[in-house]
């Protein structure tokens, strides 16, 4: 099921998969909920019926200003700052009556700085949006018009299946920088873990990558180096019918990426032509270890995105249940 | 269960309300999560346990340059500004290889410029903050440095009521501003709607205004006149141990205050006092409807906030599911 | 010298005057500096000679929460946070040694939002910016690619003249709005107080519609009605070779603008086909008063903005010396 | 002239100094300006005198996401983002009639990322501000609402003189980090040059630090070693009678800090104590060449901050004119 590709031709290999993957107009002329349309209320139900315990994960990583970020295409941390504090209500200089005090903020940062949805505006393939509207006309500098993450808001609730690449295939529950992870591989942990992946969920694979960062400190976390999915999992992407998928990742795919020269190819694959919502910087940790724990890789997720009007990522805290 | 109090005399009625609804020390000096202690992994269970069709709801405003707020306090709307866009993905300008482009954005907002959770360390009572402590060791210019949102990032998944008080109570599905809702109101719509509320619930509180601001303009929605909860509910909102409580207007008690000269009175018993964290500018619309169509008012919530590191209240799209 | 145009037909009386007032290919093909070209060591030695008593006048607005903005295309007004505070210091909780304590801020701000100049990749005609260049290549969500602000960081700074209208033309030293100013009001002025406006000179002109905003409310200051100059002035603005031109407006010319369906029509030529540098939301104020009483209405003027790389407009504390 | 203190005891040597140097009261109990008293209309008669050639230098850094700044206590590099793009306006997609384009920005960024003048509010000795008011009434987190930096909108503007401490004291002009300029030398530096450094005066110190982190990359230019003044120049800060200081380097002082655990003792006193705006970050380096060159090392300088409501720091793009 893994796609065979020319590594020196990047072109070729991503016309190919564009054309086998593609979902351009299956739901329509107007769609905007790509892969979304997979999920659906039986999903759901289904979801509900995996929490035995109530037992709860946030799969959010923090969003601090000592984050992974360094910069790049200005992708900072988020930068918070009070606009009333305690302190100020302990000297009294607030001017409210009868006592009472408060503490308010506010918070400047890139919608893809941490745990976070990719939207379907936030990738295109030669010039081509999600269902392959010309990215011109999708995303401006007002904002995504079109495919804005708001139009995702009630999507990302179900059933959701950890695979723990990490710990099938690596050492100490990692997985090396530049793995490239397959089809087959993710196919043979599912078995192994017993969860099937099917159409309508939720996909979440730990590498393992962020355990180390934690560990070691975030050196390239933010674009360097990482294991990942391989280019060749494109056509299991399409294929499962999957709603969506999320790592413990800066970026999902393998880097360095399998092209000569390349950036994010799998991305140029996914988003616009899949219509495939990718989800990124989840912390899988302590699910993880849960779930090696009891042996149950599947569960009730929920992961709503903040809406921010036009956003073409945006922040989420994950919740699963199990 | 309604709080009698003197409406002339504010400092005496929070004092007194603050002696009666006090929890602090209830979970040891330590504590940082106040009333989401009630919330435990059966109420998980009970309330995965309520998903019958698998239909879901955002609970989340659109967070957007063109919301309800005025800039009081420096409280603006968001602004969201594009890193990247498709118009110059499509002119090329973007300097990636193999025909990928990107588009990618920034947020700058108030942490309460929309639908959000208040955090522990949100409100002060005579300068103590949530479990007595000072408010000047907790929210300094650095942050929240005890409870910040980022240690309740696994919280508020569970079973929620929906009190559908416009319905119940108002015209038309609308109380009119300056209503306020009793004690004896809440458990009455509670009963009539076949739904109790108790230990570890999360209470949905509609009033309608947001329906009402949507029809005719955001008007003084952001701090001006609202209907909401009188400040003698403050009882009940400790006495039945919900987990928290949110409403669809700004403030989450009725405006104006109940008292001559005040601000926001039961806020300054129900989080530092109570420990109860408080949701604000919910969408309850939709739910609402769907809720009035089928007769169920209880439904599974996951509404966790974006962890942002030291933050005393953060944005949240809420997820409810029936 | 004022321009003679048909109120019906925008299109025609733009490409009329960007044919007559075109300064493209004039500084050769990379010119980057516009009508800062006519500004010359010359004219800065001559600018120090006005220096007669040394009295000297800022003329920014404060860069304030409660300024005239109002949101149109997300233009807010700046929001000013602290990142450390002297409560804090006095409270003790900084972490610094031997007694030392700080405070430090952030601004979060459009670059128009109060005084400042705007760049010439501010605008465009017919999708073409300054010198001809084609206004995608200039200008992308990465900046000003060619023109950013940065490239005339030392700019600015010469003779200026106050062309007082406001006491010259209206009542009790106010234009009302909508009234236009004529290129032969401008030279009149300019005759009647002695002060003769040429080549090099950075040209500032009083309405008075500061005046009023800052007595009556800003109500609609930014980008409703106002006083300014008439379309017809594109030829005086080309023809006398001034360097610069500010107002104490919003938008520099007249609102509503003199063609039916029209948007800021003289920026269209000013900008892009001059290559002249506007300055918007000047306060003019102090300095006027000192002139009538003086009747010295020419002095050095340093102007320079903050150098934002890429910026297309920046925000300036313009200082008058006389 | 150099004050001697006791390296090893920073509490000790921190009180004597600010004793002696105190300015408290001198001019009024109300007073916001401190230093900037000492320069006056005659001083800015003189400044204009010194303009002989007209030749113009900004001696402002850019502002840009690729600046020194690591986020020492969320101090970030400016975030500069568009609202407006000329690609969008070569699209069609703005909405606008009669073929207007435009572009516009924003900007996030702390107040003291590149090229500032710190306020009075900037720092604190032991809770006590400039003029010796409690820190805590002074800077809260609603900003500094007595010595805020508007107050200080038409200062700096006078004769500033440059001590090339890189060329008179280094080798290939640069001064290497750790190197502290005693008050001795920067007479001797005055002298040498033919500029005395009087009242009223603007000194500017160039040690060359920044002409290395150009050339051999930023490193720890944000806080960590440099070259700069002594702590001993406390009392020739003092004495001089200067208006204001600035430095080619982050922080005025040579760091590491004279004293075992220390942290920017000699703003304790120049600040709080003296009254003294010092300036951080100015690119000195043309300016310099032109001195070195023409021999004349006074000049008209205008360097007045951004008005920003409250700010204890602010952006400034210096303007020196010879």
Same mark, same amino acid.
Request: a negative charge; glycine letters at 14%.
């Given at each position: 099921m893994t796609f065979q590709f020319d590594r020196n031709d990047p072109e070729a290999a991503i016309a190919e998969a564009a054309e086998r993957c593609s979902n351009w107009g299956r739901w329509g002329d107007r769609d905007v909920r790509g892969t979304l349309n997979h999920l659906d209320d039986g999903k759901r139900r289904e979801a509900a019926e995996l929490v035995h315990r109530g037992a709860v994960f946030s799969l959010a990583q923090r969003f601090d200003t000592d984050g992974p970020q360094k910069g790049w295409r200005r992708r900072t941390n988020p930068v918070h700052t009070m606009l009333d504090t305690g302190t100020d209500a302990a000297a009294g200089s607030q001017g409210f009556p009868h006592g009472i005090g408060g503490a308010d903020d506010v918070v400047s940062m890139p919608l893809q700085c941490s745990t976070q949805w990719d939207g379907l505006g936030h990738i295109f393939d030669r010039a081509r949006a999600w269902n392959g509207r010309p990215a011109g006309e999708v995303v401006t500098a007002a904002g995504d018009? =079109? @495919? %804005? $993450?708001e139009t995702a808001a009630d999507g990302f609730t179900g059933r959701a299946v950890l695979l723990d690449a990490g710990r099938a295939l690596g050492e100490d529950g990692e997985l090396p920088d530049g793995f490239a992870i397959t089809a087959e591989q993710l196919t043979e942990i599912a078995d192994r873990q017993g969860s099937a992946v099917g159409r309508g969920d939720i996909v979440l694979v730990r590498t393992g990558q962020l355990t180390r960062a934690r560990r070691d400190g975030w050196g390239d976390y933010a674009g360097g180096p990482a294991p990942g999915l391989s280019f060749g999992t494109a056509e299991w992407l399409h294929g499962t019918e999957i709603a969506a998928i999320a790592t413990d990742t800066w970026g999902v795919e393998v880097r360095p990426n399998e092209f000569a020269d390349a950036f994010q190819p799998l991305h140029q694959i996914a988003i616009p032509h899949i219509g495939l919502f990718l989800g990124e910087m989840w912390d899988l940790d302590a699910l993880a270890a849960d779930c090696a724990w009891d042996g149950r890789y599947d569960f009730l997720l929920a992961a709503a995105p903040i809406? $921010? @009007? %036009?956003? =073409?990522g945006a922040p989420v805290n994950p919740i699963a249940v199990k």
């Amino acid at each position: 099921m893994t796609f065979q590709f020319d590594r020196n031709d990047p072109e070729a290999a991503i016309a190919e998969a564009a054309e086998r993957c593609s979902n351009w107009g299956r739901w329509g002329d107007r769609d905007v909920r790509g892969t979304l349309n997979h999920l659906d209320d039986g999903k759901r139900r289904e979801a509900a019926e995996l929490v035995h315990r109530g037992a709860v994960f946030s799969l959010a990583q923090r969003f601090d200003t000592d984050g992974p970020q360094k910069g790049w295409r200005r992708r900072t941390n988020p930068v918070h700052t009070m606009l009333d504090t305690g302190t100020d209500a302990a000297a009294g200089s607030q001017g409210f009556p009868h006592g009472i005090g408060g503490a308010d903020d506010v918070v400047s940062m890139p919608l893809q700085c941490s745990t976070q949805w990719d939207g379907l505006g936030h990738i295109f393939d030669r010039a081509r949006a999600w269902n392959g509207r010309p990215a011109g006309e999708v995303v401006t500098a007002a904002g995504d018009q =079109v @495919t %804005g $993450i708001e139009t995702a808001a009630d999507g990302f609730t179900g059933r959701a299946v950890l695979l723990d690449a990490g710990r099938a295939l690596g050492e100490d529950g990692e997985l090396p920088d530049g793995f490239a992870i397959t089809a087959e591989q993710l196919t043979e942990i599912a078995d192994r873990q017993g969860s099937a992946v099917g159409r309508g969920d939720i996909v979440l694979v730990r590498t393992g990558q962020l355990t180390r960062a934690r560990r070691d400190g975030w050196g390239d976390y933010a674009g360097g180096p990482a294991p990942g999915l391989s280019f060749g999992t494109a056509e299991w992407l399409h294929g499962t019918e999957i709603a969506a998928i999320a790592t413990d990742t800066w970026g999902v795919e393998v880097r360095p990426n399998e092209f000569a020269d390349a950036f994010q190819p799998l991305h140029q694959i996914a988003i616009p032509h899949i219509g495939l919502f990718l989800g990124e910087m989840w912390d899988l940790d302590a699910l993880a270890a849960d779930c090696a724990w009891d042996g149950r890789y599947d569960f009730l997720l929920a992961a709503a995105p903040i809406p $921010i @009007t %036009g956003a =073409v990522g945006a922040p989420v805290n994950p919740i699963a249940v199990k």
